[in-house]
């Protein structure tokens, strides 16, 4: 059971873990680089024509069937015969429902490949928004389970322009990358190759002499270095406007990214407000049904031992004693509701301490790597403290694992913490409210957790909260 | 014996002041901050300190740094921190100096007069008391069922939990009703389930067994 929503908007920005824009392809590595990113682009694009090609096969077909029937129904012809082309059509609609899903998230995916590879190739960054996955199957009906993969899917703008980029690749982006690569292809397979073979004695006539005006091995070795060497000056430039081609097609437009930001803050806002609300009505009930029934109860006792006092002095005495046991009680329970609210090593020590002071009390060894040089905004320190405490617990519940470890700093404007287990792996949120429970608590100050959790470990968690410290 | 307190809360400081007198000490100053305490320690003639851990100004560890800034300056000074919480982390600074004569108490304990008087009795005389809790917590790190603890039995945990409170093997026998030449069985025999050098002062025991307990 998943008890909370997952967030809204999943904002994915490439630049953040990697160098700065700029002077990657320089000097003859860089542009031979180039060279081979651009037939790794073009690797992508084949792969989404492909992709194209096989989703689109169905509807081809039905397409063709569904003319056939047509022009069948206007020739006046009986039913019968037409029995089979109908059934073609619905079969044909069946599969591309089927398929449907499937390639569309594929398409998405190649887009996202398409966006990453250009900030580590090209330093050109493209942001992402994207409205994230509906949780699992559909309890009910598997029916019911694919219309909301598909709406979802269908309503998120990502998968749009993801369609876009496909259709947009497969013309402009084609003759873009095709500049380089065939410059340096023809001049070396046209040019230079029969150029060496055209010396005499070199393996004479085991490539067949190409018949091109000034057909001299000089020449032909000129025209073919000078293509190699055009396409090779052409590689970074090429692939720098292919990068630019991405973005224009991929990135969310202003207006659509301020939308999906203003859902977002809205969701967090309200979500945040309720969990406020319940949080109070949490403390209230523990006050109640706790520490103050116990200081009821201590009055109580306190009343009666003194009107024992003078009658019965022993029994007056025992009293006093069980008084004073339930304030001990009491304070323990005090104790363990303040613990819940807000940590006092948290408040006395920051983040950093507190976090060692959790490391601590964990039944396994966790080891405490990094610093803060400052305090995070104190809401931040405590959703920080808590969501470890809460991956802390998991590690000791659920993990099976001999040692834990936790790292934690602050770097590119964002708190970053990272706990890790080596244990069995299989952390999936949807299977508890802890982990989404951190989620939604991050949210509300545009933080997320990343868990990374496959079956038989190890399982690494890193929570990011963009804040500045004081 | 001459006792210097440092606790902001005036109900608890008068509570305490009545306590210990109560039971034969001298309060020698009542300050109700670090700095003030830190005053009256300079001053000398205090045998034991008794120190809440959150003060003034700050209301953050002020009477914890405090007291360790005491312990700096009059290394070994006898300091029984008092808290409304307890943390491992506060109290492995505590022992880090490995001095002993330092107290680590919930201020629950006090309203147990005797059983608190005893722990600054002991604190002053250069003992170790730590509290329960903080000992369970430690114990339970060390829980697993094949590691050293783990193999304890259950009545050498309760002596284990009891001697690293920083009681002698007297009070043990007391307070599990035993003899005390059956405690010191148990004590040896934890020893060397724990691969540890067995000693005949008490003080140097606790501060064996939470040395390693703390790993
Ligand atoms: N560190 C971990 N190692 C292995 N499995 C984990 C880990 N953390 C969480 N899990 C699995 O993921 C599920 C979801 O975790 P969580 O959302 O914290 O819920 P809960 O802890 O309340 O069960 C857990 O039920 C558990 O099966
Ligand atoms: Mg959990």
Redesign the pocket.
Do not use: F, I
């Given at each position: 059971m998943s008890g909370y929503p997952a967030p809204d908007v999943i904002w994915y920005s490439p630049e953040e873990r990697l160098p700065p824009p700029g002077g990657r392809h320089r000097g003859v590595g860089g542009h031979l680089r180039a060279l081979v990113h651009a037939a790794g682009f073009l690797g992508l694009l084949l792969a989404g024509v492909v992709l194209l090609a096989l989703t689109a096969g169905p509807v081809v077909v039905g397409g063709i069937l569904l003319l056939h029937l047509f022009v069948h129904m206007h020739g006046q012809l009986p039913w019968p015969q037409d029995r089979a082309d109908v059934l073609g059509v619905l079969a044909s609609l069946a599969c591309y429902g089927a398929v449907l899903p499937a390639a569309l998230l594929a398409v998405r995916r190649l887009a996202l490949r398409t966006s990453r590879l250009s900030a580590r190739w090209c330093g050109v960054t493209i942001h992402q928004a994207y409205v994230p996955r509906p949780a699992g199957r559909h309890p009910d009906s598997s029916w019911l389970g694919y219309r909301k993969r598909l709406n979802w899917l269908l309503g998120d703008p990502a998968t749009w322009r993801a369609l876009a980029w496909l259709a947009v690749n497969a013309v402009a982006g084609l003759m873009l990358l095709l500049v380089p690569l065939l410059s340096v292809g023809a001049g070396i397979v046209a040019f230079i190759i029969p150029g060496i073979n055209a010396f005499p004695g070199f393996a004479e006539g085991a490539v067949p002499r190409p018949a091109f005006p000034g057909n001299t091995s000089p020449v032909l070795l000129l025209i073919g270095v000078g293509m190699v060497a055009a396409g090779t000056m052409l590689a970074p430039l090429t692939l720098r406007g292919y990068a630019g081609l991405a973005r224009w097609v991929l990135a969310p437009s202003a207006q659509a990214e301020l939308q999906l930001r203003v859902a977002h803050l809205a969701r967090t806002r309200s979500e945040t407000l309720d969990t406020g609300a319940a949080e109070l009505r949490r403390i209230e009930r523990d006050l109640h049904d706790g520490a103050q029934a116990r200081l009821v109860a201590m009055g109580l006792t306190l009343d009666a031992a003194g009107r024992l006092i003078d009658a019965d002095p022993a029994a007056a005495r025992a009293l006093l004693y069980e008084a004073r046991d339930a304030s001990a009680k009491a304070l323990t329970e005090l104790r363990d509701l303040v613990r819940g609210i807000h940590p006092p090593v948290l408040a006395d020590r920051g983040l950093a301490d507190a976090v060692r002071a959790l490391a601590l009390d964990s039944p396994l060894p966790v080891q405490v790597t990094g610093t803060l040089p400052g305090r995070p905004p104190a809401p931040v320190e405590s959703a920080a403290y808590f969501a470890v405490s809460?991956?802390l617990?998991?590690?000791a519940?659920?993990?099976r694992?001999e040692t834990a470890a936790v790292d934690l700093r602050h770097e590119l404007g964002a708190l970053r913490i990272m706990v890790r287990?080596d244990?069995?792996?299989?952390?999936?949120?949807?299977?508890?409210?802890?982990?989404?429970?951190i989620e939604r608590r991050l949210a509300a100050f545009d933080g997320v957790l990343v868990v990374s959790?496959p079956p038989g470990?190890p399982?690494e968690?890193v929570l990011e909260v963009p804040c500045a410290l004081s | 014996m001459r006792v210097v307190i440092a606790e902001d809360l005036f109900l608890l400081r008068e509570g305490l002041i009545r306590l210990l007198e109560a039971y034969g000490f001298e309060v020698a100053a009542a300050t109700d901050n670090g700095a003030d305490f830190l005053a009256a320690v300079r001053k000398g003639g205090c045998d034991v300190a008794v120190v809440d851990v959150r003060l003034p100004p700050t209301f953050t560890d002020e009477g914890l740094r405090a007291a360790l800034t005491a312990r700096a300056e009059f290394p070994g000074l006898p300091v029984l921190v008092v808290s409304q919480y307890v943390e491992q982390l506060y109290a492995r600074e505590l022992l880090a100096d490995g001095a002993g004569a330092v107290g680590y108490l919930l201020k629950d304990r006090v309203l147990d007069g005797a059983q608190f008087t005893d722990a600054v009795t002991r604190v002053a005389r250069g003992g170790t008391a730590m509290d329960p809790e903080v000992i369970a917590r430690l114990l339970a790190r060390n829980a697993a069922p094949e590691g050293p603890v783990g193999r304890l039995s259950p009545r050498e945990r309760e002596v284990l939990e009891l001697m690293a409170e920083g009681r002698s093997n007297a009070a043990i026998a007391a307070r599990l009703v035993v003899t005390e030449r059956a405690v010191a069985k148990h004590t040896a025999s934890i020893f060397t389930k724990l691969g540890l050098q067995p000693s005949d002062d008490d003080n140097r025991r606790v501060l064996a067994v939470l040395a390693h307990l703390g790993r």
């Open positions: 809460e991956l617990a998991n590690v519940k659920h993990a694992a287990d244990g069995c792996g299989g952390a999936d949120p949807g299977r508890g409210s802890g982990l989404r429970g959790s470990g399982t968690a | -």
